[in-house]
């Protein structure tokens, strides 16, 4: 028997994900960042990919562990090259106490909102003279990218 694999992919990203009203949709966008930062595809400085992480680590185990966070880190890779963010992680991690996964969602999607990748898919092309370029659809329209 072959297997089957479903796979959610947003394709549009809001301009503010904080208007989104309903909790299953802000999770789904999360997710979405998530899988973005892991695989690459959101670039961000680390600054940034520590503090996405934290919101993760909050939202995924809830407020900071000392033993747990270290642990939980080892096995899990959020972002490439994240050994050299732990302690970053760690520090942001501390300052979400008692924030509930919703709430952490809500701030995963508020940091990667300002980043200048958010939401913008490259997909490469040519234009009319054959140079390569890169096109994306975001809410504003298409992105052309030399």
């Known amino acids: 028997t072959s297997e089957l694999t479903f796979r959610f ?3 549009f990203f809001p301009p503010d994900p904080g208007q989104l009203q309903k909790g299953l949709t802000r999770y789904l966008f ?3 960042i998530k899988q973005d930062l892991s695989n690459g595809s959101l670039t961000c400085n680390d600054n940034s990919a520590a503090l996405l992480v934290s919101h993760i680590l909050q939202a995924e185990i809830g407020d900071y562990n000392e033993e747990f ?3 939980h880190l080892e096995l899990n890779q959020y972002v ?3 050994e050299y963010l732990d302690h970053k992680i760690i520090r942001f991690h501390k300052k979400h106490r ?3 996964p919703a709430l952490s969602d ?3 999607l508020e940091v990667a909102r300002k980043l200048d990748m958010y939401g913008i898919r490259p997909h490469p092309a040519h234009d009319g003279e054959g140079m390569r370029i890169n ?3 975001t809410h504003m329209g298409v992105l052309v990218f030399q």
């Open 9 to 11: 992919i947003v394709k």
């Open 80 to 82: 490439p090259n994240q």
């Open 30 to 32: 999360a997710l979405q």
């Open 135 to 137: 096109l994306a659809v």
């Open 98 to 100: 008692s924030h509930s």
């Open 69 to 71: 966070d270290a642990h």
């Open 106 to 108: 809500v701030h995963l």
